[in-house]
């Protein structure tokens, strides 16, 4: 056998899986744009993850009520909360501010991971880190434009969704060592959609044909990135993928051009440049990497 062979193949797919993953959160960010302008954001996040569930119920028949057994449902719970509150605060950001900002904000993530670490886990910053982290912090104050007008706009919304997801890869990188990744996203699918339950009713009623069109497609795109993002980390290693996440602000910058004709000024390209930089740098050099189960 050829292992080299099979080993590039693998390295391929992941590949393909991780640009298709941030493909359909960018989509599912895009829609929900249009979404909130009729619909209320609870009952927005509650149709991402129920619809998302309800297509997860078909893996529980396949490994059995057994596979949902964990030991671990505390940090099961922070994980879901955490990855809830990113999603929140993206679209958020994305009714305040541009999709590219609210995007790459987003993706700030894995410059906090450094810190989260040392405070949770007491693992020291590395020094090597350093050019990437200030790097990163300085390409997100030049897209902010720090002034008076930061507090209208979506950029600290960007950042909650930075802090989110941040601690969602910290909780994941530390249940991958004992639970399978399907287990951990039937159960994020669940306590999300529950959690969204009771915002969502006082804002229900009935939808129109288009809002029935964004609200499925938001929820087919959380399941179908999900599981992408899944596949491509079971091909290839996290320190591969992760510059590839960044592929999001390209997939985000096409989209806002082709929609509302915005590019950013010089500036914001700068910043964008800057934290994707930054972002990179830590991912490649981090020592902090999840290991992955299937």
């Known amino acids: 056998m050829d292992f080299s062979h099979s080993k590039t193949r693998r390295l391929e797919w992941g590949i393909f899986f991780i640009l298709l993953a941030w493909l359909t959160f960018t989509l599912m960010a895009t829609f929900s744009k249009f979404a909130t302008r009729t ?3 609870p009952i927005v ?3 991402q993850n129920f619809v998302a569930f309800l297509l997860m119920v078909p893996w529980v028949f396949k490994h059995k009520i057994s596979s949902l057994k964990t030991k671990h449902f505390t940090l099961i719970l922070v994980r879901s909360i955490a990855g ?6 993206l ?4 009714q305040k501010t541009t999709l ?9 993530g894995p410059l906090l991971v450094p810190f989260g670490a040392l405070l949770w886990k007491k693992v020291p910053i590395e020094h090597k880190l350093w050019p990437g982290i200030v790097a990163g912090f300085l390409g997100i104050t030049l897209i902010l434009k720090p002034g008076s007008e930061i507090f209208n706009g979506g950029g600290l919304y960007g950042l909650g969704a930075a802090v989110g997801m941040c601690a969602a890869m910290l909780t994941v990188h530390e249940l991958a060592k004992t639970e399978r990744h399907y287990t951990i996203l039937f159960y994020y699918f669940l306590i999300a959609s529950l959690c969204c339950v009771p915002w969502s009713l006082a804002g229900w009623r009935v939808f129109t044909p288009d809002e029935w069109f964004y609200l499925l497609s938001i929820g087919l795109l959380s399941f ?9 980390f079971h ?3 996290p320190i591969v993928l992760g510059p590839f996440c960044y592929m999001a602000v390209v997939y985000s910058g096409f989209i806002q051009w082709i929609l509302w004709g915005h590019v950013p000024d010089w500036i914001a390209i700068l910043g964008i440049l800057l934290v994707c930089a930054g972002g990179i740098w830590t991912i490649v050099f981090t020592r902090y990497q999840p290991k992955n189960r299937v």
């Open 224 to 232: 179908l990135g999900q599981w992408a993002f899944l596949r491509a």
């Open 45 to 47: 996040l509650f149709f």
């Open 100 to 108: 590219v900002d609210a995007v790459l904000l987003n993706n700030a």
């Open 235 to 237: 091909n290839a290693q």
């Open 39 to 41: 619909v209320s954001l």
């Open 84 to 89: 809830l509150g990113a999603f929140l605060f």
């Open 91 to 94: 679209f958020l950001a994305v």
